[in-house]
């Protein structure tokens, strides 16, 4: 049944066929549980499947017996595929979401939609519900079933982020605004790599070839940037150059990267931070989860994004053995990056001070790869690059860094400096050529 849901369906048909399948789809539910039988998530959706199927012909035949009109085959399916994503996609909301070209989707309750595109255009979008009550009962919807755990959406939980599954990501604000908001992600390179990265114009090959051989050396980078710069594409290319056979674990506060999907990784555990339930009961924080990597015999642990003092963790985490660790972390420069991660340092439940900060940091991290959007002055149009490319170079009193790769704007893309490489060794032993980019500057080739 899953397909592009016809946005011209009628709103009230589906809204219609929804509750008449959801009602039965429950007494169907209870008949099993009656038997002793659970349905499982997959085998759920194939009843609902058929359920749709039989409640879009039973309309049809209503429509051929009480009015005498008949509905074509084609607008059955196209109703079939409307109500399936009222269920269990993102109903309205699905349109835009299967279109390749939007980027981003935010909403102001139930008719203020506004679309941005790739190219960098902005409109005005479709109404999402008939009321904001709908929207946020469709919002809810969501957050019961995707992910690995409920996700309440309430005057108690005002605050929503979470998945949907096409890897778009939502993140909806209720009770303390005036109207429901929702603000979606899309993504638009799930399975991206880093000769795509190059195509789309992001680094060039001398960087491509760099980060590839830094993740299979096993450093342990951070990916840094404003908001909306790529920094999780770039995390999912980087990802598929970690050697198939190591053990992976993601850990998120909304599952995204989906690396099992990705195709080139068998041994993946995907773990989701989960929100409590009043007094913090039932909460598992990121920083939980990457302790309990310690005992899982992780090869590498990849933490989606770093907002908190899960980076304290994912630090000691790297210091314990978990080398080649990977995550993305908002910063405004790429030596911001070693302040940001000493702030949530200080407010981190160990609450170390700055200067321990900036040491653990420079013990644990080897790289920061920075991203940024810029304008390209021949074609007016933004696009996001790698900027910088820094590497620790040790501790005095704080995080000491030099640039290995700078953004030159004769060729909008970061080239390599003449700074001495230290890891060029480790670089080198997987298979690196340093003198074929960029390497034949001073220090590389040592």
Not at 429 to 435: I, K
Request: charged fraction near 25%; proline fraction near 4%; charge should be negative.
């Amino acid at each position: 049944m899953p397909g592009s849901p016809v946005a011209t369906a009628p709103p009230d048909l589906v809204a219609e066929l929804r509750r008449e399948v959801g009602a039965a789809l429950v007494e169907q539910r209870r008949r099993y549980a009656s038997a002793g039988t659970f349905l499982s998530g997959q085998d759920e959706r194939q009843l609902a499947s058929s359920l749709i199927t039989e409640a879009v012909r039973g309309y049809a035949a209503r429509q051929l017996s009480d009015r005498s009109h008949i509905v074509p085959e084609g607008v059955q399916l196209d109703l079939s595929r409307a109500v399936w994503a009222a269920m269990f996609q993102a109903d309205r909301l699905q349109a835009l979401l299967d279109d390749a070209d939007v980027e981003n989707v935010n909403l102001v309750g139930c008719d203020a939609t506004f679309v941005k595109y790739a190219d960098g255009r902005k409109e005005r979008g479709p109404a999402t519900a008939a009321s904001d009550e709908e929207l946020i009962e469709l919002v809810r919807r969501l957050g019961t079933w995707v992910g690995l755990s409920s996700r309440p959406w309430d005057i108690t939980n005002p605050f929503l982020r979470l998945r949907l599954p096409d890897g778009s990501r939502l993140a909806a604000i209720g009770w303390v605004c005036d109207r429901p908001t929702v603000s979606i992600r899309r993504n638009r390179h799930p399975r991206v790599s880093l000769d795509d990265m190059v195509a789309l114009g992001t680094c060039s090959p001398q960087v491509a070839a760099f980060l590839g051989a830094s993740v299979r050396a096993g450093l342990t980078s951070a990916i840094a940037g404003d908001q909306g710069v790529g920094k999780t594409t770039l995390l999912r290319a980087m990802i598929r150059e970690i050697p198939a056979d190591e053990r992976i674990f993601t850990i998120e506060a909304s599952l995204e990267l989906d690396v099992a999907a990705m195709g080139t990784h068998d041994d993946v555990v995907a773990l989701e931070a989960r929100r409590s339930y009043g007094d913090k009961y039932g909460e598992v924080t990121l920083t939980d989860l990457v302790r309990e990597t310690l005992i899982q015999d992780a090869s590498r642990v990849i933490v989606g994004e770093c907002r908190g003092p899960e980076i304290i963790a994912l630090l000691n985490a790297t210091l314990g053995g978990s080398g080649g660790s990977l995550t993305t972390i908002h910063a405004k420069t790429a030596t911001g990056v070693f302040n940001r991660i000493a702030s949530f340092a200080v407010q981190s439940e160990e609450r170390l001070s700055a200067e321990t900060a900036h040491m653990l940091t420079a013990d644990a991290l080897e790289l920061v790869v920075f991203l940024r959007s810029v304008r390209d002055p021949r074609t007016g149009v933004r696009r996001r690059v790698v900027h910088e490319i820094r590497q620790v170079d040790g501790f005095d009193r704080v995080v000491q860094s030099s640039a290995l790769f700078t953004f030159d704007p004769s060729t909008m893309q970061a080239e390599p400096t003449d700074t001495e490489l230290i890891c060029a060794a480790q670089l080198i032993d997987v298979g690196y050529d340093h003198y074929a980019f960029g390497g034949a500057v001073r220090g590389w080739g040592r």
